[in-house]
């Protein structure tokens, strides 16, 4: 069965920081990679997605994650994070085998003013 | 835009007591989920359906049941609630070109005392 860690359950930043979440998948063979994020007071909702190709991915907000299929990592990036960066993020995996997303158990990113 | 609609957003029952959670979509989405959020587990899927009729079990299904009889609506039953049911409920709805891109609602925390 598939599953995914984040091993990171809280993060505290100060504004202009690099972020890197880390996420590690467990299944050996052809996933589907992404993260959501969950705002405060809103739904959550997906931030970016690898399927194939350029295993850089860019996503809204200036985020982005690296596929590194060695590794079995997909880690969430930014170079210079935001107060309003504060949220939950969750990495999720689909793989061959399996029909629906697996999520992870999510990090909540704080940023300082 | 509606987008993905749960009620309530708080509800508090007593053990063995019975409710339905009520999940509304108006974007005409095939795919409709449940998950429940536990601290520090992520999203578990409790049930998932792939259209009108057609319902099937997610990971965490027991003391749960779901009925999908028009597109937009899949209602989640507790018919015995029990404490370990207390967790957060999130709706998620998805279209077929597109399934792991998930919209969702904006959770129905559920306390069983």
Not at chain 1, 29 to 42: I, R
Not at chain 1, 82 to 96: I, N, P
Not at chain 2, 28 to 38: A, F, K, L, S, V
């Amino acid at each position: 069965a598939q599953s995914v860690s984040q091993h990171n359950h809280h993060v505290i930043l100060s504004e202009a920081a690099s972020l890197e979440l880390g996420c590690n998948y467990s299944y050996g063979g052809t996933v589907n990679l992404f993260w959501y994020v969950q705002y405060p007071g809103q739904h959550l909702q997906l931030l970016l997605k690898y399927f194939s190709g350029d295993p850089l991915v860019k996503g809204i907000k200036g985020f982005e994650a690296e596929f590194i299929k060695s590794k079995f990592s997909f880690n969430l990036r930014k170079p210079s994070v935001q107060w309003s960066d504060t949220a939950e993020y969750f990495c999720a995996v689909v793989s061959g085998s399996a029909r629906q997303l697996t999520f992870g158990s999510g990090t909540q990113l704080t940023v300082l003013p | 835009n509606a987008g993905v609609t749960q009620t309530p957003k708080f509800r508090i029952l007593k053990i063995g007591q019975s409710m339905t959670l009520q999940c509304a979509q108006d974007m005409n989405h095939n795919y409709m989920y449940w998950y429940r959020q536990d601290p520090g587990m992520g999203l578990k899927l409790i049930y998932y359906s792939v259209g009108a009729g057609i319902t099937d079990k997610g990971e965490v299904p027991n003391g749960y049941n779901v009925s999908r009889s028009t597109t937009e609506d899949f209602p989640l039953r507790l018919e015995l609630a029990a404490p370990s049911q207390t967790s957060v409920y999130f709706c998620a709805s998805s279209m077929t070109g597109d399934r792991e891109k998930l919209f969702f609602g904006s959770g129905t925390q559920l306390s069983v005392l």
